[in-house]
């Protein structure tokens, strides 16, 4: 067990009493101050540290899209989970993984639409003050809205060629807690932009040998850590002013030098997940790895969307070697990841003892878990209602921003069955991509004017929150807030220029989406596999047809793939319009790097869809939801072949002309929402 040396005041009553309302949580107690200038050897206590992760500005249980209540979300139910953990731990310290100031129509609203000022606080950062956080930590999707943006609204200042020098930037309003980021650094100096870790000194209850209460001082150090890949997601933004170093390097390089000013225990915050391969300074996942460096006691990841622990996980990451699902331990590590949304909160609760010489985590007491803001009867914990009235204004702002009309549609939209070939919400995103990728062609890049402009997109959602977690567009007037519900990220328009080569290896890694059928199984298979459905790219054009034969292995399943009528040439050139996340190696498309991008827009494919629409004015099934340009390659199977999408949605299927698919049940069981539905691959 790591033994963890203490710097130990001893405090009395009265400082007791100062002290016990901070942000920390710390429970204010009446305890007999110790005597002895030493903490006594068999002294016990427990820290409870709770996390936040991947809130993506969820503060209220709404949905912007839908308009309408969700209560399976949530900041404002996370705070209810953080009280009760607070009031059950004489200790606790609450952190913030990162993924926190984008992925909502709020984020956007302040953000892009009506940027806030210096002087205003971000609604996200006001609601986590109010909860009393005591330090944060940056995840990629902080960086989406550029360096300056996310310097104003952190209150930071960063020494970056993209800013102004140090001395001329303001002091804005930020967060009230900390927040850290190791591996970030400017290209101008060298340094981290932010701090690559704080010490934190909290007054913490102990207990003596002798069972009496007593106080003492603790110094936590924080180090966070983002994934180095965000060079290449939003590399607009950061190429040329700043720099990413691995996470193993750095923790080894800032975990001593915390501990040397008098860390008693370290704390990692990570945005990320795990990955066992063989360790690059690149790698997006790097926690497994960040676990094996002496001196952590505690990890913090996220990233991924998942609950850790859970002993009945099957996602890769959390069945690797040295990973305990059941007990949240990585290497020996206490570690939780508290899903996504403010759907959980982590709780880890170290059971520490003062051995004589330094205090000692029981790794055997210590516990973790990720809480869930859903009861076990179904139900959800009450709202906080201290967080809706803090942000009223800004809730109010968004709605009307997004109620507005920017033009019709006599279809819906919908991406319940975009898995199995309906593309009624993905045409209309691939025809205002091309459109704008060939006008700026044609006005600004005549070299490329012969080349076929092509478009890819995928459904971004796609049912992996549960039911509700799909795009749906009614047929009537489209609002913005439709728009981004076809469009979910704040992306920016790429084009890239690939080879018919390129193309197939393109879809080969979308057709990763499904498993590999057996047609001889007589069991029930699922067709859909982990493989995210945002990365599941689809072309929408009468000018493309392929085949994905599910039967066959990765990198064997496109068939038949055609351009105007005739076998795709491996050499013909085409430009594709994208998003800047696909074009900068998101999603690990082969050939697919950075290296290939033609033209970088700094227009939002939000932006450009809701302008296209404006200009269509009426969208139509036939000219805007109907071009279907893959199907399966057709296959008897002896047993049914399966998916999941949304409760009561089999007529959408059909309208699609989707006549393979069936219902098989009606409640999946998982109580999100999700029906089972069979497809007949033979039609």
């Known amino acids: 067990m790591p033994r963890i040396p203490l710097a130990v005041s001893l405090l009395t009553v009265l400082t007791l009493a100062a002290c016990g309302g901070t942000s920390s949580g710390v429970t204010a107690l009446s305890p007999v101050p110790l005597q002895a200038a030493v903490i006594a050897s068999g002294t016990s206590a427990d820290l409870t540290i709770l996390e936040t992760t991947d809130l993506h500005t969820n503060i209220r249980s709404y949905d912007y899209f839908k308009l309408a209540d969700n209560k399976s979300i949530g900041f404002e139910r996370t705070a209810t989970l953080i009280k009760a953990a607070r009031a059950e731990s004489k200790n606790t310290l609450l952190f913030d993984n990162g993924d926190t100031i984008q992925g909502t129509s709020l984020s956007d609203y302040q953000a892009l639409v009506n940027p806030i000022t210096c002087d205003q606080t971000l609604a996200m950062y006001k609601v986590m003050n109010a909860a009393g956080f005591d330090a944060g930590g940056i995840g990629n999707h902080e960086f989406n809205f550029g360096l300056p943006y996310l310097a104003q609204v952190t209150g930071s200042k960063f020494n970056v060629n993209v800013m102004p020098a140090v001395a001329n930037q303001k002091s804005c309003a930020g967060p009230n807690f900390p927040q850290v980021l190791a591996n970030v650094l400017s290209t101008k100096d060298g340094a981290p932009i932010f701090k690559p870790y704080v010490i934190l000194s909290r007054t913490m209850n102990v207990t003596g040998p002798d069972g009496k209460a007593a106080t003492a001082l603790v110094k936590v150090g924080v180090i966070g850590f983002t994934p180095p890949t965000v060079m290449s997601w939003d590399k607009r933004w950061l190429d040329g002013n700043v720099s990413t170093d691995g996470i193993k390097e750095l923790a080894t390089k800032y975990v001593p030098e915390m501990r040397a000013k008098g860390a008693d225990i370290v704390v990692a915050i990570s945005h990320g997940g795990l990955d066992n391969a063989t360790y690059l300074p690149s790698m997006e996942n790097g926690n497994w790895h960040l676990s094996q460096v002496p001196g952590i006691d505690a990890m913090l990841i996220g990233h991924s969307h998942q609950v850790f622990p859970n002993a009945k996980s099957t996602v890769a990451q959390f069945n690797l070697p040295g990973v305990d699902k059941v007990a949240g331990l990585v290497n020996g590590v206490p570690t939780v990841m508290a899903n996504f949304w403010g759907q959980h909160l982590g709780v880890i609760k170290l059971k520490m003892a003062y051995d004589g010489k330094a205090w000692v985590i029981d790794k055997s007491k210590t516990t973790v878990e990720a809480r869930s803001i859903k009861n076990a009867d179904g139900s959800f914990v009450d709202p906080d209602p ?26 819906k939209l919908s991406s319940y069955f ?19 990728v060939a006008a700026y062609i044609k006005a600004s890049l005549p070299q490329y004017a012969a080349l076929p402009v092509l478009s890819v997109s995928a459904p971004f959602k796609s049912g992996f929150a549960g039911g509700s977690d799909f795009t749906d567009v009614a047929a009537g007037n489209v609002a913005i807030n439709n728009a981004a519900d076809l469009y979910l990220y704040p992306n920016t328009i790429y084009a890239v220029k690939v080879t018919g080569n390129d193309v197939r290896n393109w879809l080969e890694t979308a057709a990763k989406r499904f498993n590999l059928i057996d047609p001889n199984a007589t069991a029930a298979q699922p067709l859909i596999s982990t493989f995210p459905g945002y990365n599941f790219d689809m072309f929408t054009s009468p000018d493309v047809r392929y085949e994905i034969d599910v ?5 064997s399943r496109i068939r038949n793939l055609t351009y105007l009528g005739a076998p ?13 996340y696909r074009a900068s190696g998101g999603g690990n498309f082969p050939g697919i790097d950075g290296t290939k991008t ?21 969208l139509t099934l036939a000219a805007n939801g109907s071009s279907r340009s893959w199907f399966f390659t057709k296959v008897s199977t ?3 072949v399966t998916f999941k999408s949304a409760v009561g949605t089999l007529a959408l299927a059909q309208a699609a002309g989707l006549n393979n698919v069936s219902l098989l049940a009606a409640d999946d069981g998982t109580g999100t929402g999700l029906s089972v539905f069979q497809i007949d691959l033979s039609k």
């Open 386 to 411: 201290t967080v809706a009235t803090a942000i009223d204004v800004e809730h109010q702002a968004t709605i009307a921003y997004v109620k507005t009309p920017v033009g019709t549609t006599n279809f």
């Open 418 to 436: 975009a898995d199995v070939g309906d593309v009624s919400a993905i045409q209309v995103v691939n025809q205002a991509q091309a459109a704008y």
């Open 551 to 555: 039967t066959q292995p990765l990198g």
């Open 568 to 580: 795709m040439s491996l050499t013909q050139e085409f430009v594709i319009a994208t998003n800047n």
């Open 598 to 618: 033609i033209y970088a827009s700094p227009d939002a494919n939000r932006d450009v869809l809701i302008s296209f629409i404006k200009d269509q004015k009426n």
């Open 638 to 640: 002896a047993g049914p």
